[in-house]
């Protein structure tokens, strides 16, 4: 079985800092997508980045970019230029073969003035 | 165009009691997935529908969870004779493909909570 881990329970940053979450996983398929997704109080879940296993490159969308390390299973979120707007939790997660998704524990991000 | 959406959007019950969850998903999407979302389990999938049939129940923590999928659209999450372990965040799901690479747009997610 697949699994996901998130061992920074919460985070804190200050507005226009950069800051780093970190994510660890285990599976024996060669054939995966990870997925970093936000959780605003509104609880509705926001896809932030997605990385394909296959591709080396890693994955960037604006402010927010992976660390993708395949052979030490990471896959570690960076946001630059935090704004306040950023605060949520976070989830790490992973699909393979079954296209259902397998969460991470969470990290709650908080951004200071 | 509209996004997933979920009724009711909180629900108190009382232990013992039947509770319905209903998630209409984005037009056109062909998969539909239901989540929980607990402070003790975090969050876990419980069922996956590929159009109307579940290729995948494997999540639903017992046989008072059901689901099922009419026409393509709309699910319904039952929960028979509910426990206070059964509060939580329920989570739906889907996406334009039954594929790993098709996003996943959520609902806002339905508050259960047990008495």
């Known amino acids: 079985a697949q699994t996901v881990t998130q061992s920074q329970p919460e985070m804190s940053v200050q507005e226009a800092e950069t800051v780093t979450l970190s994510c660890t996983y285990d599976t024996s398929e060669s054939d995966y997508y990870l997925f970093w997704y936000k959780q605003p109080p509104s609880r509705q879940m926001i896809l932030v980045i997605r990385?394909?296993?296959?591709?080396?490159q890693n994955a960037t969308e604006n402010r927010f970019s992976v660390n993708f390390q395949k052979a030490a299973k990471s896959f570690s979120l960076k946001i630059s230029d935090s704004q306040l707007g950023d605060a949520a939790m976070y989830f790490c997660?992973?699909?393979?073969?079954?296209?259902?998704?397998?969460f991470g524990t969470g990290t709650r991000l908080q951004v200071t003035l | 165009g509209a996004g997933v959406s979920q009724s009711p959007s909180n629900k108190v019950t009382e232990k013992g009691k039947d509770v319905e969850l209903r998630c209409d998903p984005i037009s056109g999407h062909t998969a539909l997935y239901w989540y929980r979302q607990s402070l003790g389990q975090g969050l876990e999938f419980l069922i996956y529908?590929?159009?109307?049939?579940?290729?995948?129940k494997s999540g639903l923590p017992s046989d008072r969870f059901s689901a099922e999928r009419t026409g393509g659209s709309v699910s319904t999450l039952t929960i028979q004779r509910t426990q206070q372990e059964d509060s939580a965040v329920y989570l739906c799901a889907s996406s334009f493909g039954y594929s790993s690479y098709n996003e996943q747009f959520f609902g806002p997610g339905t508050r259960l909570t047990v008495l």
């Open positions: 529908f590929q159009g109307n049939s579940a290729p995948d």
């Open positions: 990385q394909e296993a296959y591709k080396q």
């Open positions: 997660a992973y699909t393979g073969t079954a296209s259902k998704l397998t």
